[in-house]
C-alpha cells in the first residue's frame, strides 16, 4: 500500500463517546499533520508533527489528542466532542516540514480524510 | 497573523475556455507557494507549486505566476476540461511552522 492511508473514513459519535482516527504513511517521510476541514472554511492546521516531536498546536481544544508513536503512524484521540467539531479531518504528511523559518516549502501528501460527525 | 486570500470562491467556465485563480499573502517572509486540487471525496493533491526566486511556472496546461512585491500569486489553467471541475486551493508557508491555506475555488467546467 502506498502513500497516506486514513482510518476510518466516516465516523459517528456522540457527545460523550471516546474514538480515535488513525492516519498511517508509506512514504518515508519525517513531518506528519493533522487538518480539520468544515465547510465553506479554509483548510485549518490543528497539530503539526516533526520526527515524531510535536512541533505545532495550533490552539485546539484539549478534547483533541494528537499521538505519534513512530514516523509512520499518526493518531488524532476524540473525547466529549461538540457537533460543531463535525468535520472531514485529514491528515498530510511532508519529506520535510512545511513551514518554518527556514522556508522548506514541500508537497504535502494528504490522505483522504476521516469524515467526523458528533451527534 | 497570516492570512492567505483566495479569488474567487467559485468560477464556473465553458469547456475549452482559460480559468484563473488568484491568491494574495500577508507573510512577507513566503517563499514557497503551492496549488492543490481537491477533488469530491478525495483529499487535496499537489498540481504545481512555484519558489520565490521565479516568477512563473508552467506544467502543460497548469501555470502559476508569482509577483512577490504585490505578494499575489495566480493559477493559470488554459483548455480546460470537466476533469478540471474541482476545489483549488492555494497555500503559503508561514514562518512558523505552519503552511496557511486559502478558503478554497470550486471550479465547474461546463461541457
Known amino acids: 500500500e502506498t502513500g497516506v492511508t486514513q482510518t476510518p473514513r466516516h465516523l459517528v459519535m456522540g457527545m460523550t463517546n471516546k474514538k480515535s482516527l488513525k492516519c498511517e504513511q508509506h512514504l518515508g517521510h519525517n513531518a506528519m499533520y493533522w487538518y480539520k476541514q468544515s465547510a465553506k472554511k479554509p483548510l485549518e492546521l490543528m497539530f503539526v508533527?516533526?520526527?515524531?516531536?510535536?512541533?505545532e498546536n495550533n490552539s485546539v481544544p484539549s478534547r483533541f489528542s494528537p499521538e505519534c508513536p513512530n514516523s509512520s503512524h499518526l493518531f488524532l484521540h476524540l473525547h466529549t466532542l461538540q457537533p460543531e467539531d463535525s468535520a472531514l479531518y485529514l491528515c498530510?504528511?511532508?519529506?520535510?516540514?512545511?513551514?518554518?523559518?527556514?522556508?522548506?516549502?514541500?508537497?504535502?501528501?494528504f490522505g483522504e480524510g476521516s469524515r467526523l460527525t458528533v451527534l | 497573523g497570516e492570512n492567505v486570500e483566495q479569488h474567487p470562491s467559485t468560477l464556473s467556465v465553458q469547456e475549452g475556455d482559460s480559468a484563473v485563480i488568484k491568491c494574495t499573502y500577508s507573510?512577507?517572509?513566503?517563499?514557497?507557494f503551492p496549488w492543490y486540487k481537491q477533488e469530491l471525496g478525495k483529499g487535496p493533491q499537489l498540481i504545481i507549486d512555484i519558489r520565490s526566486n521565479v516568477g512563473e511556472k508552467k506544467d502543460q496546461r497548469i501555470a502559476v505566476t508569482l509577483n512577490k512585491t504585490a505578494k499575489h500569486f495566480s493559477l493559470h489553467i488554459t483548455e480546460t476540461q470537466p476533469e478540471d471541475s474541482a476545489v483549488y486551493f492555494c497555500?503559503?508557508?508561514?514562518?512558523?511552522?505552519?503552511?496557511?491555506f486559502g478558503p478554497g475555488t470550486s471550479l465547474s467546467v461546463i461541457p
Open positions: 507573510d512577507s517572509a513566503s517563499n514557497y
Open positions: 498530510a504528511s511532508s519529506q520535510l516540514l512545511a513551514g518554518g523559518p527556514n522556508g522548506l516549502g514541500g508537497e504535502l501528501f
Open positions: 508533527y516533526s520526527l515524531e516531536e510535536r512541533v
Open positions: 497555500a503559503a508557508p508561514t514562518s512558523y511552522d505552519k503552511v496557511i
